[in-house]
């Protein structure tokens, strides 16, 4: 295609600007990378530390609600009240179990009862919040075991596992008794067996675990669970992965998400900001595509003026700047994805003591086909204004100057 | 035998505003192949204006063209474009070359951005022509890296690239010393007497008219007499 050499010429004739035209547009193209891939690692992160040591779906009873009772005799009305006493449970929760296991999607189950408490030694009392689980399942929601600092998680018939800020501010260390009093006043004396510390203050000093078989009759619950935690392979997969199990069991199912509201909003809040840095960037890009072009098209009016004279179309002259903005774009995207993949594989290397990235940079999110496209689509959209204006130069006036 | 130019009732009236120029009026013109003919006048007489007319550049106030048998006055921008490309040869006083390409590519850039391409046929015709204007040697110069009278030499070639019935030239050695405007003139006589191209030459140069076969002189926007020299 002839257009394309003289499009290749004249990007050629002055190595200086095109190399200078295509630096910016690299740049552009780098910056949009950078934020990309740093949004999204931002937001793998935050949803990592929140997935990781969490259900993906919560599946609990549906709340009670008073019915009102049919009577064969209408002028009176009879209606069922709920207990406020009764614990809520999951009755059918090894069906539902089971149901759970047969899902693809599903790589953990944790059947679990939890309540409230207060722990009593001597004279210090410190309220917990219990969640009693299977002993054999204990890392199937969070990786309870490699937290553990004292003891371990076995959480045998009288066992407990505290954290170790409640063990510290009531002086338990393992081995130790305790006396667990339930919100319903059952007491039991109990051993503490483990002490972990997952570096969640909140969860140091106010969480305790017991098996399942312990917690039965503390909380008064001798075949039923209070609720049932779910992993999911695809964490982004919760919300329809919860409609579906209420719909198949009508327990109700919460989602990960929508525990974490504020986090969806924080999420949805930075990708917006992105989004607008992302597109600033790319339009300063193609400003700069455009005025190049244009001020190369002008600087060539006489040449324009001759080959319209010598009977080139004015396709011919508009393609001519469309393909050097194409190459522009092709060029400088290419270069910009490198240069992007590159700092944000360089920015990777930087590991914190804990094994974490000092900058939560996702190299492999940064948006590459997108930005290669849009780059592109953009500069040749940008170099159409160039190019109609070389296209309709008068071709007298044009080689009269 | 049909005529390559025929020029009948040419009027050219340029507006400014509210107010009306007329450059051309009345002109008629005829050219016979194989001509060399002479456009004389002095400044603002109308002589490059009737040359883009002919070269369909710009379209008449009024009048008819026919060249080559073909009526052109009314040809839409595509048709004049094409027409020009395939049947008329342009060569101007400056900024005749495009400077990021060289002398052959120059030559054969007519043809190859409306084929698609330079083939090797347009390659062999372009480097033909370089040898015939005497180029052979600055084939793979660059347009920049050429003199004065090597650039035009160089446009007159691409201007017979595509075997063209008419050649317009305009002012074609007003830029050049005394001894390239002879070469210059030399080359396109031996061409007409050669080939038969026929040459409308816009000049003002008295010593370029003598070297033609004919000479029209405009004066005021009309014809002012027309002179049928023999050759000099």
Known sequence: MFAFLVARRYLGSNPWQTALLIAGVALGVTAFVFITALIQGLAVRLTDDVTAKSAHVSLEPPDRVARILPSPDHDTEAVALVSMLQRKQIRTWAATVALLESQAEVTAISPQITGSAVLVRGEAAAPVAVTAIDPKNLDAISPLSREIVAGDGRLNANGIMIGIRLAEAIGLSVGQPVLFRTDRGIERLLVVEGIFKSGVQSLDERVAYLSLETARPLFVLPAGVTNIEIKLKDTGQARSFAAFVSEATGLRATAWQDRNLSLADALTAQAQTGTLIQIFSLISVLIGIASALSLSANRRRSEIGIMRAFGVSRLFIASVFVIQGLLIGVIGASLGCLAGFGLCGWLATFIRPDGTLALPIAPAEGGYALVFLLTTAGAVLASVIPARSAARLDALKAIQQ | ?232
Do not use: W, Y
């Open chain 2, 1 to 232: 035998m049909t005529a390559v130019l025929d020029a009948r009732g040419i009027d050219m009236t340029f507006q400014n505003g509210d107010e009306l120029t007329r450059v051309l009026s009345g002109i008629d013109v005829t050219l016979d192949p194989g001509e060399l003919v002479a456009l004389l006048g002095a400044s603002g007489s109308g002589k490059s204006t009737l040359l883009s007319i002919v070269g369909l550049l710009l379209r008449p106030t009024a009048g008819v063209i026919t060249i080559g048998g073909e009526r052109v006055e009314a040809f839409s921008d595509a048709e004049s474009s094409r027409f020009r490309n395939q049947r008329l040869g342009f060569i101007f006083q400056f900024h005749n070359l495009l400077p990021d390409f060289t002398a052959i590519e120059n030559v054969a850039f007519p043809a190859a951005a409306v084929g698609g391409g330079m083939s090797n046929s347009m390659r062999r015709r372009a480097s033909d022509l370089l040898s015939r204007v005497g180029l052979s040697d600055r084939m793979g110069f660059l347009a920049t890296r050429l003199s004065g009278g090597q650039k035009q030499r160089v446009a007159i070639a691409r201007a017979l690239m595509n075997r063209p019935e008419l050649v317009l030239a305009d002012e074609p050695t007003g830029s050049l010393d005394r001894a390239s405007a002879d070469q210059v003139l030399d080359l396109m006589r031996e061409i007409n007497r050669e080939d038969g191209t026929t040459f409308l030459i816009c000049t003002h140069d008295e010593r370029v008219a003598l070297r033609c076969t004919r000479r029209i002189t405009l004066r005021d926007g009309r014809i002012d007499n027309a002179i049928q020299d023999g050759v000099h």
